[in-house]
């Protein structure tokens, strides 16, 4: 068995992924031209609803599927709390 095949194969591959990883680490993407499609629709994590990607919060519970609608609502609490001061 004095093939080198194996020893080319293992070293290709672990160059390719070696590289693939600098070049994350430098926040260089390969593929930025091929974006990946987002799902045109969310669950709710309380209920279980499908919602429309456009909604920030469930239609059944109000659930905040979003990070911008927890913002919302901290907001909205916090000037609530100010106008009872």
């Known amino acids: 068995m ?3 095949q194996p020893a080319r194969y293992i070293k290709r591959r672990t ?3 070696l590289k693939m990883q ?3 680490r430098e926040g260089i993407g390969l593929d930025e031209g ?3 499609p987002k799902p045109a ?3 709710c994590h309380r209920c279980n609803v499908v919602n429309s990607r456009e909604n920030m919060f ?3 519970c109000t659930y ?4 911008e609608a927890y913002d919302i609502l901290k907001e909205s609490e916090r000037n609530e ?3 009872m001061n």
């Open 34 to 36: 091929i974006a990946k």
């Open 41 to 43: 629709v969310i669950s």
């Open 2 to 4: 004095n093939s080198k």
């Open 22 to 24: 600098i070049l994350q």
């Open 58 to 60: 469930c239609s059944k």
């Open 64 to 67: 905040p599927l979003v990070p």
């Open 81 to 83: 709390i100010e106008q």
């Open 15 to 17: 160059a390719n992924n």
